[in-house]
């Protein structure tokens, strides 16, 4: 079983920074491929970013991209999400995810059967 843990949420300006961490516990790290998503209120959750499990290659939605970087530390059994220049637009909660099913990492929500409790981020205008 894989245990993840999101931290790093909070209230932010626009035009501000947050760095979010997931940390994973449980089976061993290497081979997944992780994911970030977000949920605001009243939406559906979408895609945020990916990363595969060699940390290669990495996936951003248009809404994010230049904006937000994922990166991980295998030896910290850790992924995150450094956000700079925040909008409203981005106030949600985020959610890291984990999965073996593709190791390149993937925009698609089912193929994570591995899933954090969320953390909120609220950027104010």
């Known amino acids: 079983q894989v245990q993840l843990l999101e931290s790093g949420g909070g209230l932010v300006q626009a035009g501000g920074s947050l760095r979010l961490s997931c940390a994973r516990s449980g089976r061993t790290f290497s081979g997944y491929a992780m994911g970030w998503f977000r949920q605001a209120p009243g939406m559906d959750r979408e895609f945020v970013a990916a990363?595969?499990?060699?940390?290669?290659?990495?996936d951003y939605a248009d809404s994010v991209k230049e904006r937000f970087t994922i990166s991980r530390d295998s030896a910290k059994n850790t992924v995150y999400l450094q956000m700079n220049s925040l909008k409203p637009e981005d106030t949600a909660v985020y959610y890291c995810a984990a999965t073996l099913d593709s190791v390149e990492g993937s925009r698609i929500q089912s193929e994570y059967p591995f899933w954090g409790q969320g953390t909120q981020v609220t950027v104010s205008s």
């Open positions: 990363i595969s499990w060699s940390g290669g290659r990495r």
